[in-house]
């Protein structure tokens, strides 16, 4: 049997969607405004398809064309990330957190979060005091199946697990990057979902075992109190 008009407007109305939003995703991960080609080739899509896509994201202010042809965010992706951030408070709960991490000699504090099935975005950072560092820098896509943030994210919210069964702390060595390593604890929101996963990394050499034993129990407590402050219950009871 044929499908109807209706669903066939249906799922073109789908894929429209989440190409725009590929292409939404390809402006925000450059610090500087892009280019048309440049843009076609990070989404792999037609110019033609992106003029169209973009005529609608400009009109939704989304995506801004400038002067000199490049393309930025817009100023409707800047309200929503003050929304965001209204709702959620992370930036004004977790950020004093992951300074305080790195002020007591902790290697440099991330905050992830669940961006889609195969990656996990960085949505705060500080750097640590250390001469060397990973790179790793907020708005950066990252492996969802690989790093200890990564893979707290993947076991509570891709696998279903619970606290018992995923833990509170997962510690990686030269996963994402053989030359680094990571300890991570996750935080939780009011209703007892995964809001993200506090993570401390940096260059490999440095993660003896008195150095991950020391960070492990720094990032569980930044995460406990991290998870307190935004209403939500550590399943430890601590």
């Known amino acids: 049997m044929s499908r ?12 429209a969607v989440e190409r725009a939003l590929t292409i939404v995703g390809a402006v925000a991960q450059r610090t500087d ?16 398809t992106l003029l169209r896509l973009i005529a609608s994201l400009e009109k939704a202010a989304l995506v801004v064309r400038r002067a000199d042809g490049r393309y930025a965010l817009g100023p409707y992706a800047h309200h929503l990330g003050r929304a965001y951030e209204a ?14 991490l790195v002020d007591k000699g902790t ?21 640590s005091h250390h001469s060397t560092l990973d790179r790793i820098r907020v708005g950066d896509l990252l492996p969802l199946d690989k790093g200890a943030a990564g893979k707290l994210l993947t076991a509570y919210l891709v696998e279903g697990q619970s606290a018992a069964q995923a833990g509170l702390m997962l510690t990686s060595m030269g996963e994402r990057d053989p030359n680094c390593a990571a300890v991570a604890s996750p935080v ?7 809001c993200g996963a506090i993570s401390l990394s940096g260059p490999k050499e440095r993660y003896t075992p008195a150095a991950v034993k020391k960070m492990s129990k720094l990032v569980q407590d930044a995460a406990a ?3 307190r402050a935004l209403g939500g219950r550590w399943p430890s009871g601590k």
């Open 33 to 48: 405004p892009i280019t048309l080609a440049d843009l076609s080739r990070a989404t792999g899509f037609y110019k033609s």
């Open 188 to 194: 939780f929101g009011p209703d007892g979902d995964l």
């Open 225 to 227: 109190e991290a998870t």
């Open 87 to 100: 709702t959620y408070r992370l930036t004004e709960t977790i950020l004093p957190l992951l300074q305080g």
């Open 107 to 127: 290697e440099s504090a991330s905050f992830h979060v669940y961006h889609d099935a195969q990656s996990r975005v960085c949505l705060l950072r500080v750097d």
């Open 4 to 15: 109807t008009p209706t669903q066939d407007n249906s799922t073109d109305g789908v894929a």
